[in-house]
């Protein structure tokens, strides 16, 4: 069972652009929302995250949506760039479980 | 900021040898940490729960005699891929989670097995 379920599963956008990836999750105990980067070879970094007290939080050019009545959120990275070329990753953590139910990815291709 | 370490970042081995992985957290303690297994263009899936001084704790379908964690110290977990097979190749990823900064992976393990 899918418990974190991200669309799309590649994405090319063009230099200057928004990108945009959707995760939807069911288990409503899930209390943190990470995004990562993983460039090929590395292992994934956390780039941003939520708590599902807020409804938008930005960092930079990242943005997270997040709508908990509908149990979705998305990243949103705006003047997209070559260098943002990767698979991001959403993430749903319960932080009394301590484990993190993960999204399939996303791999966003910046084109110049 | 914190910091986990995974070494080595890559490793051949002939098949039937064993291959160590070690995950170290700097400048902090971790009492938990996590090993992953991640194939090519996939995401992420977690074969364990590394927990210091006591038994990992293994996902459904994970062989435990397949890969030996072990949890000694509150710095450092190793993964043990025992008798390892052309199809135990992969990508493996440890991770723990610092004291306020959120869940933390290592640069991860690319195992080739020939």
């Known amino acids: 069972q899918q418990q974190v379920k991200q669309s799309p599963q590649s994405l090319i956008v063009q230099k200057g652009g928004i990108s945009i990836i959707n995760c939807a999750y069911e288990?409503?105990?899930?209390?943190?929302f990470p995004w990562y980067q993983q460039f090929p070879g590395k292992g994934p970094a956390l780039l941003i995250a939520i708590r599902p007290d807020v409804s938008e939080k930005k960092e930079g050019r990242f943005t997270i949506s997040f709508n908990k009545s509908a149990k979705q959120f998305s990243l949103h990275i705006m003047d997209s760039q070559p260098g943002d070329s990767a698979t991001y990753f959403c993430a749903a953590f319960s932080l009394g479980y301590q484990k993190v139910t993960f999204g399939i990815g996303t791999k966003l291709q910046v084109i110049p | 900021g914190a910091v986990v370490s995974q070494h080595p970042s890559w490793v051949i081995c002939k098949s039937g040898t064993s291959v160590k992985i070690e995950c170290r957290s700097l400048d902090f303690q971790a009492t938990t940490m996590f090993w992953y297994r991640q194939f090519p263009k996939q995401s992420l899936m977690l074969m364990a729960t590394s927990n210091e001084g006591s038994k990992a704790t293994y996902e459904q379908g994970v062989e435990k005699d397949k890969f030996l964690i072990n949890h000694a110290s509150l710095t450092l977990s190793t993964l043990t891929v025992t008798s390892a097979h052309p199809e135990d190749s992969s990508f493996y990823i440890c991770?723990?989670?610092?004291?306020?900064?959120?869940?933390?992976f290592g640069s991860g393990t690319r195992l080739t097995v020939v």
């Open positions: 288990n409503t105990a899930f209390d943190y």
């Open positions: 991770s723990a989670i610092p004291p306020g900064y959120g869940y933390t």
